[in-house]
């Protein structure tokens, strides 16, 4: 495997060797415009040919193609495993679990969370695409439970979102939360009539707690007020997708 980009993001957390992740960012591709330069998303109206070489740079440093999914802010499942290795039409759902080596499971995120999952053995990895619509309808909840491994011994990594300073949302979306579960209100701050700053990072540390994940690093890094290294969707509405990515290493 070739050697990562310097930008990109390893995250830093007690998994085994053997667990390999990270996450793009902006730097290292070829993308022009709003979608410069790493821009991974088909669907966001950049040059395909450019988004094709940006695709085939990411796939250097991999072991085999990603298992691309076509996310809709939901809180589908799917077994990475069983996915085909070039995929004409990715599933649609917006998490992805693997227990075989090899097998690159993948999001792409421009202000929703990324969470990496792993289990202590190293036996199996997830990773979830968690915005707030994913977040309320138990994206994460779903993928612990899809690695059928005890929630103790599942570790979690929390990669690049808007933060929470920068998410303005409205009673709809602080209802979500609190239909569910009325501790989700400490999450929110009051910013203006009808109007709150959600912190993404603190609903998806509880929504982890909450089933028992109690290994839960990274977050911080926010999408919106960084520019040059992230892409935002709430800042710029036309922009690109990182990655985010987790596997089992083969063995030597």
């Known amino acids: 495997m070739k050697s990562l980009h310097p930008d990109w993001l390893v995250p830093d957390w007690p998994v085994p060797s053997t667990v390999k992740a990270f996450i793009t960012t902006r730097a290292g591709g070829v993308s022009q415009g709003p979608y410069a330069s790493l821009n991974l998303g088909l669907r966001t109206g950049d040059d395909p040919q450019a988004v094709t070489e940006n695709r085939s740079r990411l796939r250097a440093v991999l072991p085999q193609e990603p298992?691309?999914?076509?996310?809709?802010?939901?809180?589908?499942?799917?077994?990475?495993?069983?996915?085909?290795?070039?995929q004409i039409e990715p599933s649609e759902a917006d998490a992805a679990v693997a227990r075989r080596a090899g097998t690159v499971c993948a999001v792409m995120v421009a202000d929703c969370v990324p969470v990496l999952l792993a289990d202590r053995a190293g036996t199996t990895v997830a990773v979830a695409h968690a915005g707030w619509r994913g977040l309320a309808a138990g994206v994460i909840e779903n993928a612990v439970s899809r690695m059928g491994v005890a929630p103790r011994e599942v570790l979690a990594w929390l990669g690049p979102g808007i933060g929470p300073r920068a998410f303005e949302v409205g009673a709809d979306v602080r209802g979500a939360f609190l239909a569910r579960d009325a501790g989700s209100d400490a999450a929110f701050v009051s910013h203006a009539p009808g109007k709150w700053l959600a912190d993404l990072y603190a609903l998806a540390r509880r929504r982890?707690?909450?089933?028992?994940?109690?290994?839960?690093?990274?977050?911080?890094?926010?999408?919106?007020?960084?520019?040059?290294?992230?892409?935002?969707?709430?800042?710029?509405?036309?922009?690109?997708?990182?990655?985010?990515?987790?596997?089992?290493?083969?063995d030597k």
């Not at 919106?224 to 997708?241: I, P």
Request: aromatic content about 8%; some cysteine.
């Open 208 to 250: 982890l707690s909450g089933i028992g994940v109690a290994s839960v690093h990274g977050g911080g890094l926010c999408t919106h007020s960084d520019a040059q290294r992230f892409f935002s969707y709430r800042r710029e509405r036309v922009t690109g997708r990182h990655a985010a990515l987790i596997w089992i290493q083969r």
């Open 67 to 86: 298992k691309w999914l076509r996310q809709v802010h939901g809180a589908a499942v799917v077994d990475a495993d069983t996915l085909a290795g070039t």
